[in-house]
C-alpha cells in the first residue's frame, strides 16, 4: 500500500468521526516504579509451540489471554467484527545467550465509528486487525519483508545470539491501550462495531512468561516500527520492570512523539479516552496527557544507563498525516501537516529532549517522505555512516555512537 494511501485512510474522516459516539474507558497504571515484582506466567520451553511454516526458525506460541478485534471482509464490502486470541512468534537464539529483543508490529491506528472500518465504502479502514496467527506471521511478515530483523541475517551483528520476541498488532491502539471501545455509527443503518483497544493488555500478557523464560537477560532490546514505534515508548517502562538489571536499549522507529500540541490536542484526548492509553502512560507519565515527547525524557531520566533511539524521515508522509489537519467541505478532505513544519517539530524533539537535552539519547532522520526505516535498514544510506552502522554503534556500546541528520 503506497503512502497517499496510508495517509488518506489514517485520517481522511476525524471531522466527521468527532460525531460517532463511543464507549469503553482506561483501566488501572502501567507496572513499575512501585518495587513489586511483577507478575510471571509459566516459562516458555523451547519444545512449546508449533513451527511457523514458510517462516524459519519461528515458532508461534498461543496465549488465551491476549485478543485481536478480528475484521472479515464480507461479499458485501462490509466487516464482520469478533475477537479471537493471538500470540508470541519467537525465534530462539543461541542456549547459552542471555540476550532478549521485543519488537512491537506497526500497522495503523483508529479511534472512531470510520477509521475502525464501520463504513469502508466511505472510508478504508485504517488500522491492522485480526486475525493473527501463524498463518498471518509467515505471509505478512517474513514472507512480506525479507530484509528486516525477522530473517535472523539481518540482526546487527551484537544480536546475532538474541532470542526474538515478535508482537503482533491488531488492536488498533498503537500497543498502548486497555479498553474495549464501542462506536455507534452516525449513519443510519449501519450497525454499531466494537473494537478490543487492548494492546498494552496484551504486552503485559506476553511478559508475564518472557519474564519468566529470560529470569537473567543481561541484554534488552525493545523496538518497534510506526505504530510499533509508539508502542515501544509506551510500554518501555513495562517491560523494563521485567529486566531491571539488564542492559537496555529502547529503538523507536517512526513513531515520534512530538511536543505538545504538534499532536493535536484533540487527537490526543481521543487516543486516551477510545483506548484507555493511560493504561501505559499514566503511572510514569502523568504529563504525557498534554505532551507525548515528556514519555521520551522520562524514560531518559529514569534509566540513564541506557541507550535511547528515535528513527525518522524528515518529511515521513505518513505521520504527517496522522498529525494532519481537516475539512468538511466541499468534501471531506485531509491537509497533512506541512512538511517544514512536521521537520521543525521533528528537530526541536531531537535538539531539546534527546540530544544535547540528555547523554544517553541519540537520533537518526534521515531526508525524504518514506516511512518507516527497519523495513530494509540497508536502503536508509544517508546521513552518514548509514543506518544498519549505526544501529551496530549504538548496540555495541561504542563511544562513536552519536546522532545523525541530513
Not at 488518506?8 to 507496572?31: D, I, N, Y
Not at 498461543?62 to 525465534?91: I, M
Not at 475502525?116 to 498471518?136: H, M, R
Amino acid at each position: 500500500m503506497s503512502i497517499p494511501d496510508v495517509v488518506r485512510r489514517v485520517l481522511v474522516v476525524a471531522l466527521l468521526a468527532a460525531a460517532a459516539a463511543c464507549g469503553g474507558g482506561e483501566s488501572g497504571s502501567a507496572p513499575g516504579g512501585d518495587g513489586t515484582p511483577p507478575p510471571l506466567g509459566a516459562p516458555i520451553s523451547r519444545t512449546e509451540g508449533t513451527a511457523i511454516a514458510g517462516a524459519t526458525g519461528w515458532t508461534w506460541i498461543p496465549f488465551d489471554d491476549a485478543f485481536c478485534t478480528d475484521a472479515v471482509r464480507q461479499p458485501s464490502g462490509a466487516y464482520q467484527f469478533g475477537t479471537s486470541t493471538t500470540g508470541l512468534a519467537l525465534s530462539w537464539g543461541s542456549p547459552a545467550s542471555t540476550e532478549l529483543v521485543v519488537f512491537l508490529q506497526g500497522g495503523g491506528a483508529c479511534w472512531d465509528f470510520f477509521t475502525c472500518g464501520g463504513a469502508p465504502d466511505l472510508v478504508p479502514k485504517t488500522a491492522s486487525s485480526g486475525p493473527f496467527g501463524p498463518e498471518e506471521f509467515a505471509r505478512d511478515i517474513y514472507e512480506k519483508y525479507p530484509r528486516s530483523w525477522v530473517r535472523r541475517e539481518n540482526l546487527p551483528d551484537a544480536l546475532r545470539d538474541a532470542t526474538i520476541a515478535f508482537v503482533p498488532y491488531c488492536t488498533g491502539d498503537v500497543h498502548s491501550g486497555d479498553a474495549v471501545a464501542t462506536y455507534a455509527s452516525p449513519l443510519a443503518g449501519r450497525p454499531s462495531i466494537t473494537w478490543q483497544h487492548v494492546g498494552h493488555a496484551n504486552v503485559l500478557a506476553f511478559l508475564k512468561r518472557l519474564g519468566a523464560t529470560f529470569p537473567a537477560a543481561t541484554r534488552l532490546v525493545v523496538s518497534g516500527s510506526s505504530a510499533g514505534g509508539f508502542g515501544s515508548l509506551s510500554n518501555y517502562p513495562a517491560v523494563r520492570r521485567y529486566w531491571p538489571d539488564a542492559k537496555g536499549y529502547l529503538i523507536d522507529d517512526s513513531g515520534p512523539p512530538l511536543a505538545g500540541d504538534a499532536i493535536p490536542a484533540s487527537s490526543r484526548e481521543a487516543w486516551y479516552a477510545r483506548w484507555g492509553m493511560g493504561a501505559s502512560l499514566d503511572g510514569f507519565c502523568p504529563e504525557c496527557r498534554a505532551d507525548l515527547s515528556q514519555g521520551l525524557r522520562e524514560i531518559a531520566e529514569r534509566y540513564p544507563d541506557d541507550r535511547l533511539a528515535l528513527l525518522s524521515h524528515l518529511q515521513d508522509l505518513t505521520i504527517r498525516g496522522f498529525f494532519g489537519t481537516f475539512t468538511l467541505v466541499p468534501t471531506p478532505a485531509l491537509t497533512p501537516m506541512p512538511a517544514d513544519r512536521f521537520e521543525a517539530g521533528l528537530r526541536s524533539l531531537g535538539a531539546t529532549v534527546m540530544d544535547p537535552a540528555t547523554a544517553n539519547a541519540r537520533y537518526f532522520f534521515t531526508a525524504g517522505e518514506q516511512h518507516p526505516t527497519l523495513e530494509d535498514p540497508t536502503v536508509v544510506t544517508t546521513p552518514p555512516p548509514g543506518l544498519e552502522p549505526w544501529l551496530e554503534l549504538m548496540l555495541s556500546d561504542s563511544a562513536s555512537w552519536e546522532s545523525e541528520t541530513d
